[in-house]
């Protein structure tokens, strides 16, 4: 107790600045501890909660199996024949169209994907030519649609023993209101309540297909081609790829050389960049919107719809263009390198966007340019709504312009912004316009790393050079998922950490 006291007057005793380092290493120094937090406190809860689900299932069936009647047991191998008997139309015919869906999709083509799906396939494509002089095309498996059908069938069959269970337990729940004399719910009812009390389902319905077909099932995908050779030496229809699996994440993680090349020691170098490149991009852009804000709200400041105007236009020029024309300018014979010699200011071209050091400086320094307006905007709203009390507070307590800006701007900024700020860090980490359209990623790296990587390359760039110029789909498929933990487990811990979580109530 005696410690914590002593510690809280320590802190009290401290500047402004030692106070912002302290909070800024404290924020990191407890992440490891969130980590820890997440290994023994989340995933156990997480797997309690499966087992209880389970626990849940089993012993709806099991009362069904044993205490349900003639009705409720045929609901097992019929779908909808309990509601049907029950004269509950629109539950049965649900119910029912969807087991006979199923029984067609596997009868058809779903029994023969999900039967290959363990080899990929064993014929392969071959040429031959026939009595006339023709070379004659015979088709063989194709392990691209074997993998994505057979995917899509085990996903069908989880779904199915879904809606049998939810059968069954209908069926049952229908039974147990029969028995106690209860008012069973008629079509018109179910419409009703779909319409009423469970309008959120039938809102949420058509996103969540939606997401679930482009978002959840892509990334399925793409987690089990990170398990196979599928590259252009193993291109479908032509050829055949098979499943390798952990050979992908032990090229990528392991620092071992393939050829000469390294991926781990090019994807260890990268992720840094990466991280480094989306912590200044982000935090850069944003003190400095918030600063630019500031000035031009500041009382006495003329023409300040003039200033806003001028910066809101900077954001209506396509950003591609912007960053196409400053890659012209800043190259060794662009427009900026021959003032500067012609005035006799440098001798030589300044590499700008050939020198490595130089250039990850270089797009730091035109992201600033192209993102300050952004921030502004966003700014300009939030500052105007913080009280003017607050200011007036602050100066009759003696605090000046810098303090009240760590004091009282800062913070309410911080809180009200903390999800645009995550959203802009996971968008930098995925910056792949202003790098690939600024450098391209070059200048090259030197021997021993992929030979595709670039200095300023980040991840999603390397990842496209990896899609469109080796055509490894396995390795970029392990680099996705590794992309994807991260930004994942970075937006999680943040938003855990932030003001707008930890003391949500300060600011209600």
Known sequence: MTQTVVSELDYLKMTAWQK??????????????LFLNFFKVTIPNAAKKVGLGFKNFGLTIYSAARYGDWKTRMSFLVFGFSQFARKQWLRGLLFLAIEVVFI??????????????GTLGTKETYYYENAMGFEVRVAGDNSLLILLYGLLTIIFILAIVYAWYHSIKSAYNTQQYEEARQRLATAKDDVKSFADEQYHKTLLAVPLLGLTVFTILPIIFMIFVAFTNYDKAHYPDEKLFTWIGFDNFSSVLGGGLSNGVSFGLTFGKLLLWTVVWAFFATFTNYILGIIVALLINKKGIRLKKLWRTVLV?????????????????????GVINNILQSWHITNKAIPFLSNGKLAKVTVILVNIWVGIPYTMLISTGIL?????????????????????????????????????????????????????????????????????????????????KIIFQEQSYGLASVISILMFVLTAVVSL??????????????FM
């Open 20 to 33: 912002f380092c302290y909070k800024f290493v404290s924020f990191f120094k407890g992440i490891p501890l």
């Open 104 to 117: 067609l999709y596997m009868s058809l083509f779903g029994w023969q994907y999900l039967g290959m799906l």
């Open 313 to 333: 236009m900077t954001i209506a020029v396509p950003q591609f263009i912007s960053l196409l024309l400053m890659s012209q300018m800043l190259s060794d014979t």
């Open 384 to 464: 105007m709504n913080i009280p003017e009390d607050l200011y007036e507070s602050a100066r009759i307590d003696g605090a000046g312009p810098v303090k009240a800006f760590f004091k009282i701007t800062l913070p309410y900024m911080l809180h009200v912004t903390a999800p645009y700020l995550i959203t802009q860090f996971i968008g930098n980490l995925n910056n792949f316009n202003i790098i690939y359209l600024l450098t391209g990623g070059n200048p090259s790296l030197p021997m021993g790393y992929a030979p595709t990587a670039g200095e300023t390359d980040l991840l999603i760039t390397w990842l496209y």
């Open 493 to 506: 811990i943040v938003y855990n950490r932030s003001s707008a979580v930890k003391n949500e109530e300060d």
